[in-house]
């Protein structure tokens, strides 16, 4: 019996020596596969990267190798786990992780974990892993035999490489500098449309915030004009991005959450300048934005997040440990570079197109360089599903968030402002130093801010309040725009028309269109405007999860739809429910004291007469109709770009 339990293990340790062939030969075809197609690519548009072909040796290689030969070791094993050792690594350690995620899911805890979806699983299950087979090579090493000593040798060295790979990852990848470029012939202007996604204005050192957030952006400031009272026409991205390519507001292109797509019957920003004879390509690091929701119509080239990573790059991300959107500005960068070196031509004028991400949840700035935040904290909320903990403080229990969380998550914010900051600063160099920022209209905005607390929310839904519609705008064009500060009630999408002035391009506005150039000189009409914001579907993803999770609390509070009408300083709000309000926002910012319902002193009827106000505007057009999609044009959201939706919160 003995001899036979000997022969049995002697053939299943055999039997499992085939693991570092076939290991080692996996290894070779992922490493070799992934940098081909880079090195194709590089080849066809110059930007050959080292990094391009060593991370993946470097990486894949070693883990696949190292984790092989230990599997060899254990023949009990890989006996268990039939399907291999890459089967085996991950069901070891999801075994311990996903048990306890289970157990923490039910008990309603997963808000203030890590967020224990596949990849997080798989993560710890790699790293239980590693740490189990050099236990048990080490223990090995002075029992077994000695022709099997090298494998075990060999092993625990392969696998110390591969975590020092893992932590090296992203200096190999870092994103390549802007190429040396020709400036644009003498002509029509260049348009360059930079938005600061999620950035409020009152948290730019530009627009006065006591820390020093943007000193790139604060020198355009400084070298431009800025606008100091915007009203943005939408209060979260596709909407106002929507806005700023048709110059249409909310109700007459229709761009929400019950249609999130840019119809393609709207005639856009890009598709008019592409027909005047520009340029044009768009770079989005917010993968909500992508070609699938038609954003790209007009545009030569269009790159959002997610549409050009390759798998690889996004899994090794994630199996870091760093949250998702962390590199997305880094990515931009190359596929900006790229675009610089392979299309871009001195014979034309261009129109750029450029998305920033960082200051949108999650708050997860590099680590590197913190002003406000220590690594404690840093590491608690990188560690915490805080999107979820934003609406379970909004919907169902104010005290999920403390006021010391709240603080802590603004300055993590704050630390992203300084990120983009920096990447924004990284292009306008770039523009500089090749000598195409004096023949360029530089327009720096963004679609929407944020919510710290202020009327009890968080984040950028369910409100029309100053926190989410006041937002920068800053205008550069050489001694074409006079320096200096506006004050003048003006909104985001006032770009659409002065981008189209500045082109020389002839455009008749529609009833629909309430955008105005802001070349215009002011006249009677332009100071006292009728300034509009709008949101017309409320948030549904987390809104169903809250739901499902908690079935007996009342949400309907949250299922209204609201708008907002300004003019000068007094602001009306409406919800569709009925309820109403009004602010003087000039004497009273952060709108603290609704002046509504004390309408004897302040707004005898100036509250009702913005309220007429708003319904002639509402009558004065024809509101959006969707245009059915055909069939065969109809384009779904590829996989990588759900997963960049789910780490922004726009998926679960």
Not at 161 to 169: E, I, N, P
Not at 598 to 613: C, H, K, N, V
Request: charged share 20%; glycine share 6%; net charge negative.
């Amino acid at each position: 019996m003995v001899v036979y339990s000997q022969n049995r293990s002697d053939a299943a340790a055999a039997y499992s020596m085939r693991f570092p062939l076939i290991g080692l030969g996996i290894a070779i075809l992922l490493s070799c596969v992934e940098p081909a197609l880079d090195f194709k690519r590089g080849i066809l548009d110059g930007s050959v990267l080292l990094r391009d072909f060593t991370w993946s040796f470097l990486f894949l290689g070693p883990a696949l190798v190292a984790t092989s030969s230990a599997l060899s070791l254990l023949p009990w094993l890989t006996s268990l786990f039939k399907g291999g050792p890459v089967s085996g690594i991950f069901w070891y350690g999801a075994l311990i992780i996903a048990l306890p995620a289970l157990v923490a899911e039910s008990a309603g805890l997963t808000d203030r974990w890590a967020p224990f979806r596949l990849v997080s699983i798989l993560r710890a299950s790699i790293w239980i892993g590693a740490v189990f087979f050099i236990v048990t090579a080490l223990r090995a090493m002075f029992s077994s035999a000695p022709g099997r000593r090298w494998i075990l040798t060999a092993s625990i060295l392969l696998i110390a490489l591969w975590g020092a790979c893992f932590y090296s990852y992203r200096s190999l990848r870092a994103a390549p500098d802007y190429p040396d470029v020709a400036a644009t012939a003498a002509g029509r202007p260049n348009v360059v449309l930079i938005v600061l996604d999620t950035a409020r204005a009152d948290h730019l050192s530009c627009y006065g915030y006591p820390k020093e957030t943007t000193p790139a952006i604060d020198a355009v400031a400084r070298q431009g004009r800025r606008y100091t009272n915007v009203l943005s026409p939408g209060i979260w991205t596709l909407p106002s991005h929507a806005s700023f390519f048709t110059g249409l507001p909310v109700s007459a292109h229709g761009c929400t959450w019950t249609r999130p797509y840019l119809d393609p019957a709207h005639h856009t920003l890009a598709e008019m300048l592409s027909e005047a004879g520009y340029q044009t390509a768009a770079f989005s690091a917010n993968p909500i934005l992508g070609a699938s929701r038609y954003f790209d119509q007009g545009f030569d080239h269009y790159w959002s997040k997610g549409a050009e990573t390759p798998f690889i790059d996004t899994l090794v991300e994630q199996l870091m440990g760093d949250p998702l959107c962390r590199l997305f500005e880094e990515d931009m960068r190359e596929a900006l570079s790229r675009w610089l070196r392979r299309d871009y031509s001195p014979t034309k004028p261009f129109f750029l197109f450029l998305n920033y991400i960082a200051p949108h949840a999650p708050y997860a700035p590099p680590k590197s360089g913190l002003q406000w935040t220590d690594e404690e904290t840093w590491r608690h909320w990188a560690t915490t599903d805080h999107i979820a903990l934003k609406y379970r403080y909004m919907l169902t229990d104010p005290s999920a968030l403390s006021a010391t969380d709240i603080a802590e998550l603004e300055s993590l914010y704050d630390e992203e402002l300084v990120a983009m900051d920096r990447e924004v600063g990284r292009f306008l160099d770039f523009m500089d130093q090749n000598g195409l920022t004096s023949n360029t209209l530089t327009i720096i905005t963004s679609d929407h801010g944020e919510h710290f607390g202020e009327h009890g929310l968080m984040g950028h839904v369910y409100s029309l309040n100053e926190s989410l519609a006041r937002v920068p705008l800053i205008v550069r064009y050489g001694e074409n725009v006079a320096p200096g500060t506006e004050d003048r009630l003006v909104q985001s999408h006032d770009l659409f028309p002065t981008i189209l002035e500045t082109a020389g391009i002839d455009w008749t506005p529609a009833p629909e269109h309430n955008s105005q150039s802001l070349l215009a000189p002011p006249t009677t009409n332009t100071v006292r405007r009728l300034a509009i914001s709008e949101y017309l579907a409320p948030e549904p993803i987390m809104l169903a999860h809250f739901i499902w999770t908690e079935a007996n609390h009342d949400f309907t509070p949250w299922f209204r739809t609201l708008r907002s009408a300004q003019r000068g300083a007094l602001k009306f709000i409406r919800w569709s429910d009925g309820e109403r309000a009004l602010f003087d926002v000039g004497a009273d910012p952060m709108e603290t004291t609704n002046l509504w319902p004390a309408d004897s002193i302040t707004t005898d009827s100036a509250g009702q007469g913005l309220e007429r106000d708003l319904d002639a505007w509402l009558g004065s057009f024809d509101h959006y109709r969707p245009t059915p999609l055909a069939p065969e044009i109809i384009r779904p959201t590829p996989p990588d770009v759900v997963q960049g939706m789910r780490g922004l919160g726009y998926a679960r």
